[in-house]
């Protein structure tokens, strides 16, 4: 007689609302999806991540494709040189950037910078392959790694000090062109953290302070942590203007024969996707996938009970999943003989499969199976003739369910203020906070000043697109000077 495993020692130590660094450094391990590494800031990513990350690269490769961008691929390494041409630049990721000074024991005559961004290892060469108007657009993207040597506390997903991403590099010949873009692009990355991944987002603009180093404007999707009161910047698209073609003499004869500058974009979105989805959907049992993500959508588990025939009750786990296979679905079985059916249960549900179905006996009598929710825990029985369509709807109702679940806390934790004390105590309430601001970088620098403290300081998260009536007369809450628009405040990641 096998030993059947039957301990459920697969459950969380920590609790999400208790001690919530801890509850997500555990549910990315016992998941499956990360395996610490000896490298501080390094992290394995397990297949169970993979999946994820190719879905989503599947979806916007495919995107950016029908906008006519071109994959390439530059190399890792960037000399010295290069890289300090874009002054401001450079000064934004100076601290991060690792360096190669060493090959065998010999030291290198010029030490070799590892990419923390691509702009400068590409832009010398868009200078050489654009020459006139006939070249442009260039539009070209790259899914590569890139590292940033943080000093900051290193988190899986979210800070770590090499990530993949994708990152695209655009040139144009007018800003309009550039403009327009900015904002195609932006909208794909909501539709990656509301379609996909089930998390709603903010569009918006990012301050002056907080844009990105070098660049004209900066774009940007944020997603809100309810438990920790911070918000996250979930993806970037920035439009560079003409800096950086100045730097890199990227020049092109326009249709008058003139000399021109051209206008560029760059954007991106990394791993740290999958960080926000851990921390916005995982509970007290483990990680919540969303269907349109998940690796496996539907787990079949056999329950056979005491002289019951297993071998039949496998028979049906097996043609339950080649059913959904054969429709589209990514259906697996756990026939493991070696533990238990509540073992199964407790493993699945930590690896946040979102649909459990069980076939025990009973079920088999009556030409049916039992479904279980991981999001909601709801059973029902199906018949199995109308199996395919029932467990469509389920998944379809999942993926919702996720989001407007999201949507109500995120939006139960928005908190409009009008004065610097209303601020404080929303900050101190954990709030993602909507504020009237006169848009002067002294006053942002204050707020931080002000707000410093163990928790982080407080600073801008964007400037919603969608702008509320700002009422004639409305003052700046930090300052009391006339506002100029609403913009989201808060700490974040």
């Not at 200078?127 to 899986?156: A, M, Y």
């Not at 039949?312 to 079985?333: D, N, R």
Request: net charge neutral; aromatic share 12%; proline share 5%.
């Amino acid at each position: 007689m096998k030993e059947v495993k039957k301990e459920t020692g697969l459950g969380l130590t920590y609790k999400k609302d208790e001690n919530f660094g801890e509850w997500y450094s555990e549910v990315v391990v016992n998941s499956e999806m990360i395996e610490y590494y000896d490298i501080s800031g390094c992290y394995i990513l397990r297949p169970w991540t993979m999946a994820i990350w190719e879905t989503l690269e599947a979806f916007f490769d495919l995107e950016i494709k029908k906008m006519n961008v071109k994959n390439a691929y530059f190399p890792l390494f960037v000399t010295e040189n290069v890289l300090q041409k874009e002054k401001d630049h450079i000064e934004g990721f100076a601290p991060e950037v690792a360096w190669v000074t060493k090959s065998g024991q010999s030291d290198l005559e010029i030490p070799i910078a590892i990419r923390p961004t691509s702009e400068t290892v590409m832009y010398p060469y868009f200078s050489k392959w654009i020459r006139g108007h006939r070249d442009l657009p260039l539009k070209l993207n790259q899914w590569c790694n890139v590292v940033r040597w943080e000093f900051s506390h290193p988190t899986p997903f979210i800070r770590s000090r090499e990530f993949l991403w994708q990152e695209g590099h655009t040139a144009f010949a007018t800003k309009e062109e550039a403009d327009k873009e900015v904002l195609e692009i932006l909208e794909l990355y909501r539709r990656i953290y509301e379609e996909y991944l089930a998390i709603p987002v903010i569009k918006g603009k990012k301050s002056e302070l907080e844009k990105f180093a070098g660049g004209f404007y900066t774009t940007s999707v944020e997603a809100f942590i309810p438990n920790t009161g911070r918000g996250i910047q979930g993806a970037t698209s920035h439009c560079l203007g003409q800096n950086f073609a100045k730097m890199f003499e990227i020049d092109f004869e326009n249709e008058k024969g003139e000399k021109a500058k051209v206008w560029q974009n760059s954007w991106a979105y990394s791993t740290r996707t999958i960080g926000v989805m851990v921390m916005v959907h995982g509970d007290d049992k483990g990680l919540l996938l969303p269907p349109k993500v998940a690796a496996v959508q539907v787990i079949v588990v056999p329950v056979p009970y005491k002289d019951a025939d297993t071998q039949a009750i496998f028979a049906a786990c097996s043609s339950t999943v080649q059913t959904l296979q054969a429709a589209g679905f990514k259906a697996e079985h756990d026939l493991r003989e070696n533990y238990s059916p509540g073992w199964k249960y407790s493993h699945w549900e930590m690896k946040g499969v979102p649909l459990r179905i069980e076939i025990g006996p009973k079920d088999l009598a009556n030409n049916q199976v039992r479904v279980v929710r991981r999001d909601n825990g709801v059973k029902a029985d199906i018949p199995v003739a109308n199996l395919v369509e029932k467990i469509k709807d389920i998944l379809i109702s999942i993926q919702e369910n996720l989001f407007n679940t999201a949507k109500q806390k995120r939006d139960a934790s928005i908190k409009v203020v009008q004065t610097w004390d209303e601020f404080i105590a929303a900050l101190n309430d954990k709030k993602m906070i909507l504020a009237p601001w006169c848009d002067e970088e002294e006053v942002e620098k204050d707020v931080k000043t002000r707000t410093k403290g163990e928790l982080g300081a407080a600073k801008t998260l964007c400037t919603p697109f969608d702008q509320p009536r700002l009422p004639e007369g409305t003052l700046c809450f930090a300052s009391g000077k006339p506002a100029k628009k609403w913009t989201y405040w808060g700490r974040s990641y």
